[in-house]
């Protein structure tokens, strides 16, 4: 068995202890690490001891030693988050995409209207279950909608119709038969 890796830490236990309490879940572990690493600095102590009290695994303990060797506490602390998959759409995109979803009048009837839209106005070819989950994720829409009026329907007719049924709808029945007696 090989002797144990001797890490000087730097830093004292006191800001140690105080980097502990101002840091994220992620980071504690590696701080974990050098208060333990501080305490048996003059013995030295092997990543799988340290891994068991830490209560992480060996090989990490070994990836954060030589992240602080080579880069100090700050190269320890330094964590990069990954950002995930790209945008399916970039910004302008998107807001171009929620006020054609959000417009009344925009004559669109589904989701394949929706998708030749955007392969005509943003010139991307894109799958309809990426564009159907995009919608609704991003803007709450649903396959399941209720019908929209006609885009071309008059509206000075829908008005008048509206003042000249005998019955309203917000009435109930026996009422506005009672109303339509003369």
Not at 7 to 35: F, G, Q, W, Y
Not at 52 to 72: A, C, D, F, L, P
Not at 112 to 131: A, G, H, I, P, R
């Amino acid at each position: 068995m090989s002797a144990a890796k001797l890490v000087t830490v730097k830093e004292s236990t006191k800001d140690l202890k105080a980097l502990l309490k101002s840091s994220s879940s992620l980071v504690l572990p590696r701080i974990m690490m050098l208060i333990e690493l501080k305490r048996y600095s003059e013995t030295g102590i092997s990543k799988r001891e340290l891994a068991e009290i830490i209560g992480v695994n060996h090989n990490s303990i070994q990836t954060w030693r030589n992240m602080y060797m080579k880069g100090g506490i700050k190269g320890l602390i330094y964590y990069k988050k990954n950002e995930g998959r790209p945008k399916i759409l970039t910004n302008i995109e998107h807001k171009a995409m929620e006020i054609k979803l959000k417009d009344a009048n925009n004559g669109l009837r589904g989701y394949v209207e929706l998708l030749n839209w955007v392969e005509t106005e943003f010139n991307k070819t894109m799958n309809y279950n990426t564009l159907l989950k995009y919608a609704s994720r991003e803007f709450g829409s649903s396959v399941k909608v209720a019908r929209k009026s006609h885009i071309k329907k008059d509206e000075k007719l829908v008005a008048t119709f509206k003042k000249t049924s005998v019955k309203s709808a917000k009435m109930p029945l026996k009422k506005a038969i009672r109303n339509s007696k003369p």
